[in-house]
């Protein structure tokens, strides 16, 4: 049987053979597991086998298996990578390392009040709606500079870089040409903000060419925890 320690090991591969075809370091690359619906006991065979960065999507699924795992994988650092609403971003302050999906000036001035002083800034990304589509969350390509504006006048957020989500397509000159804008955009907006280290994109399926085309962050769940099943 395919363990969870198998699969983290085969990502990892995956993403050191990516590195190497496009003349890059592996240290550059973080590799972030989606562990969304998953059991917290899938969660610790992945921080057995050394696991040490999650992602969740849902708020409140987050938030218990941050406090389930507290004790016994205390240096666990968590990623909301999901949709955020901003009547629930109180809970995203309290727990979590990190933010990728911020989008709004309101959810990013409530965040920064409700940032327990106690802990270090929450980093943050901004996400882009790369493709454009009118039912996908992010902001469009000219907000990106007044957002980051916004941020950077919160002591408590610190702004880390971008994050999309491609079109779905197996056309890769699509997934190509979204992740290839992707990166330029972050290399122009880094250029204002020099401290930015973090272009979060690619997934189980487009890890190869999300870092091709300069990805620093992969946030990858069925390829380690195998498929989701999720509640009708
Ligand atoms: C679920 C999810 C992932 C992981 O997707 P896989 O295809 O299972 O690797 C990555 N990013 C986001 C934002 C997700 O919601």
Redesign the pocket.
Known sequence: MTTIADRLTNAHHRIAQAVQNSSRNQDEIKL?A?S?TKPVEQIMAAYDAGQRFF?E?YVQEGESKILALKADCPDIEWHF??PLQSNKTRIIAEHFDWL??LSREKVAQRLNEQRPAHLAPLNVCIQVNISNEASKSGVSIDEIAPLAAAISQLPNLKLRGL?A?PTATEDEAIQRQELGEMHALFLQLKSQYPQLDTL?M????D?ELAIAAGSTL????????G??DYPN
Do not use: D, Q, W
Not at 202 to 205: A, I, K, L, T, V
Not at 218 to 225: D, H, T
């Open positions: 972030l989606v969304k992602g999507n990578i999901g990728h999906t994050m989500i979060s690619g997934m189980s399926n890890l992969v946030r990858i769940g069925s390829a380690i925890f498929e989701r």
